[in-house]
C-alpha cells in the first residue's frame, strides 16, 4: 500500500476522532444531569420518618459500610468510627433516648477530635466534617441499594454514650437510621423538593 494511501487513512481517522470527541458534550448536557446515575441518586433520596421491620440484608449493609470506609478524610486519619446498631438488644437501649423511626438498623458515626487533624492557621479541628463526609457516603449507598434513611441531629450525644457505652471514647456525631420506609408515613414530606436556586446559593467570583 503506498504512503498517499496511509497518509490518507490517517487523515480519515483523525478526521473521525475528532468527529466522535466534537459532541461530548452534547452528549453530556442531551441528560438533565451530568452524569444521570448518580443525580438520580442524589435527587431521589429523602428523609424517611417511618420504616416498617423488614431486615436490612447483609450483603446491603456491607456495601454501605464500605462505602463509609472508602470516605475522605484530613491527611487520611480516619478518626471515624461507626457503630451498627441492629441487635434488638442494643435498639432497645437506643430507642430509649431516640425512636428512630422504627428503622431496623441504625448506624452510629462517631469520631475523635484527638485523632484528627488540626489547621494550624485556625485551630480548627477536622474531626466533624470527616465524620459529615462518611455519613454522607453512608447515606447515599444506602440510596443507591434500595434503602431510605434518615439523618438523625436532633438527639442527646450524652444519652447515646450511657445506654451503649461501647461508644463513649467518641464524640457522637449523628445517627444515621436505615431500612424499608413503611407504606403509610414512609414517603417524602412537602419539604423535600424545596431548594433555594442557585443564583441564591451560588456565587461567581
Not at 475523635?112 to 466533624?128: C, H, I, M, S
Not at 463526609?133 to 438527639?155: C, E, K, P, R, Y
Not at 454514650?161 to 412537602?190: C, F, M, N, Q
Request: charged share 25%.
Amino acid at each position: 500500500m503506498s504512503k498517499k494511501c496511509f497518509s490518507r487513512m490517517s487523515d480519515i481517522a483523525k478526521i473521525f476522532n475528532r468527529a466522535a470527541f466534537s459532541d461530548v458534550d452534547d452528549k453530556i448536557t442531551k441528560y438533565t444531569y451530568g452524569s444521570d446515575a448518580f443525580m438520580r441518586i442524589l435527587e431521589s433520596r429523602y428523609s424517611c420518618h417511618s420504616f416498617d421491620k423488614y431486615p436490612v440484608s447483609e450483603a446491603k449493609l456491607n456495601m454501605i459500610l464500605q462505602a463509609g470506609r472508602l470516605a475522605p478524610s484530613a491527611k487520611n486519619l480516619q478518626p471515624t468510627r461507626i457503630w451498627v446498631v441492629k441487635s434488638e438488644d442494643a435498639l432497645a437501649r437506643l430507642r430509649t433516648v431516640h425512636h428512630c423511626y422504627g428503622a431496623p438498623v441504625v448506624l452510629i458515626v462517631g469520631c475523635r477530635n484527638e485523632e484528627a487533624w488540626v489547621r494550624e492557621t485556625d485551630g480548627v479541628n477536622a474531626a466533624k466534617t470527616d465524620a459529615a463526609i462518611v455519613l454522607t457516603h453512608l447515606m447515599l449507598t444506602a440510596t443507591d441499594v434500595g434503602l431510605a434513611n434518615m439523618w438523625i441531629w436532633d438527639f442527646d450525644p450524652r444519652k447515646v454514650r450511657e445506654v451503649l457505652p461501647e461508644t463513649k471514647e467518641h464524640g457522637v456525631y449523628a445517627l444515621l437510621a436505615i431500612g424499608h420506609p413503611s407504606k403509610d408515613k414512609g414517603k417524602p414530606t412537602e419539604l423535600h423538593t424545596e431548594r433555594k436556586p442557585l443564583d441564591q446559593m451560588v456565587i461567581t467570583l
